[in-house]
């Protein structure tokens, strides 16, 4: 049967959430270190590991059919390539900074001055989009230390904490782009890749389903029941059933993880007790 092939980063960043998402969808991989291409035990999916700068190149030659990589990747080397699902793991910016010091007032404020990065494309249409040019020099590792060694006055590059501009002793000035990891694919696949990446995808869904709500089960007495109902914004309408004592329910429920604490505080206030919360590892709709 024909197999999907599937090019995760090597190691880096992402590799090991994305191993891990595979894994969550039930896709068990027989992992030896050190190789490049490794079979799924469980389904017809080939993994290749590759550097994340060189998939977008693999997948236009058809030498990989999908793909999870940094969105900012994409929009760098791959912007023929469609997102077919962005993945909530690996969020970062992309983003100007310049030294510390250095006042800085607009996009203009870097007209006729120097910024290093590696993201030349990216950065080259942000500046266009201002109606402004980019003197760019393009380098491919430990961009923040451009600016203190006088290669550069200004860098974009990748934020996540914050912490390597600080010990660079430089500002973000503005955010050029968010990223997140997704899965892509080439640009043209055969009918039957396309159905086993449905079924993939399908999969890829109800996991993120699952890590964006708890299941939570609690305790109410059976006069409060119909109130704490009306506080629970699940995906349908709650699970009540009678506890062993006498006057009391078990309601159970799916809650999203950003409303959790606010609801949670509620229930508690309109008297439910033992309140359990526990992962949801697929959600299936
Ligand atoms: N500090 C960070 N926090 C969160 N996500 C990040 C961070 N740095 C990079 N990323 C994301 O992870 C992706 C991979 O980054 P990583 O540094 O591991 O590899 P790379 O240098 O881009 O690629 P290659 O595999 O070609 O060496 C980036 O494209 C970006 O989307
Ligand atoms: O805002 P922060 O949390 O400090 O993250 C940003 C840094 O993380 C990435 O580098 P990485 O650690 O991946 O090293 P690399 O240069 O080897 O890719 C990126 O290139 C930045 O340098
Ligand atoms: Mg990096």
Redesign the pocket.
């Known amino acids: 049967m024909n197999k999907l092939k599937i090019a995760v ?2 190691s ?3 590799n090991t959430d994305s191993m891990q998402l595979l894994k969550n969808c039930g896709i068990s991989i027989e992992n030896g270190k050190d190789q490049l291409k490794a079979d799924a035990r469980n389904f017809p999916l080939e993994v290749l590991y590759l ?4 998939i977008p190149q693999y997948l236009r030659d058809g030498v990989v059919d999908i793909a999870i990589v ?4 994409l929009i760098e080397k791959g912007s023929d390539l469609p997102i077919i699902e962005k993945l909530g793991f ?3 910016k992309v983003s100007i900074a310049v030294p510390k010091e250095v006042s800085y007032n607009g996009i203009s404020d870097l007209r006729g001055k120097k910024i290093a990065t590696s993201y030349p494309n990216t950065v080259q249409k942000y500046f266009e989009s201002k109606g402004e040019t980019a003197d760019i020099h393009v380098i491919n590792g430990s961009v923040e230390i451009a600016p203190n060694i006088g290669l550069a006055n200004a860098i974009v590059d ?1 934020v ?1 904490s914050g912490s390597t501009l600080f010990k660079n002793n430089l500002k973000e000035v503005e955010v050029m782009l968010k ?1 997140e ?1 997704v899965l892509t694919s080439s640009p043209s696949l055969s009918s039957e890749k396309q159905t086993i990446l449905d079924k993939l995808q399908f999969r890829i869904q109800s996991v993120l389903k699952g890590r964006e709500s708890k299941y939570v089960l609690m305790n109410v007495p059976n006069d409060k029941v119909d109130e704490i109902i009306k506080t629970l914004p699940g995906m349908k309408s709650p699970t009540v059933l009678p506890l062993a004592e006498k006057g009391w329910s078990s309601v159970h429920t799916v809650i999203a993880k950003d409303r959790f604490w606010e609801v949670i505080d509620e229930l508690k206030l309109k008297g439910a007790e033992g309140i359990l919360v526990c992962p949801i590892e697929k959600m299936v709709l």
């Open positions: 980063q090597k880096g960043r992402l550097r994340n700068g060189d940094g969105e900012n990747t690996s969020k970062c990748i996540s990223s990891a």
